[in-house]
């Protein structure tokens, strides 16, 4: 599968994004799909995934802010990003994990919230 990760940007502290991730390819037996992150020095983590049965999960830190959702007919995942803060600066990466293990990942995309 190729992923096209796009909708970073630089916002103000409060502001608001939305990251779209395109799937092209091998989209079937797919398990979960989402996005993680990684700030500058700081290891990868899951943002956000939502399941093959529609499930989501969050981490703690962006519950009630971020809202993960996918659009089936056009093989896209969003990432709506709210009341940013500048410790949500980072690169965000979205994936697909198959049920057989495998993980593909995107490119990843730029979001920096300053004033």
């Known amino acids: 599968v190729q992923l096209q990760a796009s909708g970073g940007g630089l916002v103000q502290p409060g502001g608001s994004l939305r990251l779209s991730c395109v799937a092209s390819?091998?989209?079937?037996?797919?398990?979960?799909t989402g996005w993680y992150r990684q700030a500058p020095g700081k290891q990868r983590d899951l943002v956000a995934r939502?399941?093959?049965?529609?499930?989501?999960n969050y981490t703690d830190s962006v519950k009630g802010r971020f809202t993960i959702s996918r659009d089936n007919a056009k093989n896209t995942v969003y990432l709506q990003m709210n009341s940013l803060k500048p410790e949500d600066t980072a690169v965000y990466y979205c994936?697909?994990?198959?049920?057989?293990?495998?993980?593909?990942w995107g490119q990843g995309t730029l979001v920096t919230v300053s004033s």
């Open positions: 939502i399941t093959s049965g529609g499930i989501t």
């Open positions: 994936y697909v994990r198959y049920y057989a293990g495998q993980t593909s």
């Open positions: 390819g091998r989209i079937f037996s797919v398990s979960a």
